[in-house]
């Protein structure tokens, strides 16, 4: 494609997820401080955009508005510039709770918009929750990243933006590589890039493939001239 | 496609489903004696397998393996050599309950893979749950019909098939236009027969539109040189 060449790509860090701890990665920040810092870091590489969860002093996903407070607050302190995007992941809790921190007015957050499998369980995103989410980021102006695990998200996403229902400009993210949901697949991947290409050409896309296949995915959508999550 | 013409279609008759009531269409059978009538109706107009939700006594629907029973005398003896396909959906029960008419080894059984939105409610089918099943199917030899909702549910269709834990033939049916999952869309259509051709060229694939896109999707299938629900 013509159009890639020169077109610059967005560099989104995700700098401690929902699941791996310190026995996974003495490297993985668990603390606010350390989220701070390993943000800087981030941001120094070439990142734009921090995706953040907390976490709880256990290591496990936390969904504590004042976490975030504190995590957006040292952000703007030593990452001034930086997009921050708060995850409404339902790892970290269950309905409503999920959405707690968006008063906090972060710039993005990432929106499920439908259901799926996970490894072991059902991610459930019911559309009363999807709409109480989006209607929460249209409340704050939050830009949502639609997080789209398999097709229909892609469309629904599209849909709920035609409606006026997200905040902002569409950004929708291509999740591939979760086990029972939408593997690491050139030609799916191919396709996707050609539904939003076809039916929201104004709309920025990016892609994350989840652990082995993260490197994978990022080649394809620099390639393709999308953005990208490490 | 070349390979179209000449080829059998299979027409597929969901006598009842899981929600439409007397109040909706005088004519939904919802009694055993109601269902069988109606199957060999649609088996004297051209059906080939009759795919059955049994309902209670006020409409709603049911799991009772006894009513299953009942039904399937009725079939072989009104319908000989129709093919029985229960449904194992969500809508009559929740885990392995969906599962408990199965020992009455019917020809064929319906099988969600993944998980995905309803209008109003998460469709969950745990990875754990969509195990068990299968593993249900293998043990009394019937035969699933997968329930695509999204594309995701056809790889991961084609997976379970190739790690052998589908008994007998590849069976995929595209479930479209239901709201939050999957639209009746042809583009989509089109992108699903084109993975089922060249990553399960042996299998058969069927298509169903839900609601007003039915007729239009049976249209699809038809053409495409799959077969379809009714
Ligand atoms: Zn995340
Ligand atoms: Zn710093
Ligand atoms: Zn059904
Ligand atoms: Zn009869």
């Avoid at 309905?95 to 439908?114: F, H, I, N, T, Y």
């Avoid at 409340?139 to 599209?158: K, N």
């Avoid at 994350?208 to 990208?228: L, S």
């Amino acid at each position: 494609m013509s159009d890639v060449a020169g077109k610059p790509c967005i560099l989104c860090c995700a700098i401690t997820g929902s699941l791996p701890r310190k026995a996974n990665n003495p490297a993985v920040p668990i603390t606010v401080s350390e989220q701070v810092e390993s943000s800087h870091a981030a941001v120094e590489a070439g990142a734009s955009i921090i995706h953040a969860h907390v976490r709880n002093d256990d290591e496990s996903p936390s969904s504590d508005p004042e976490k975030f407070a504190r995590l957006k607050e040292g952000l703007e302190k030593h990452c001034p510039g930086v997009i921050v995007q708060f995850s409404t992941g339902g790892r970290s809790g269950a309905g409503k709770e999920r959405g707690g921190m968006l008063p906090l007015r972060p710039d993005m957050a990432s929106l499920s918009v439908g259901s799926n499998n996970f490894p072991t369980r059902v991610y459930e995103n019911p559309p009363d929750l999807v709409d109480w989410l989006a209607g929460e980021m249209r409340t704050y102006e939050i830009v949502p990243e639609v997080e789209a695990f398999d097709l229909s998200h892609i469309l629904q996403a599209i849909r709920l933006h035609g409606e006026g229902k997200l905040f902002g400009p569409l950004y929708v993210q291509f999740v591939m590589g979760v086990k029972n949901a939408m593997p690491a697949d050139k030609t799916v991947f191919d396709f996707y890039v050609e539904t939003m290409r076809t039916r929201a050409a104004e709309a920025q896309w990016c892609a994350a493939g989840i652990g082995a296949t993260q490197i994978t995915v990022n080649e394809w959508a620099i390639a393709a001239g999308g953005h990208t999550r490490a």
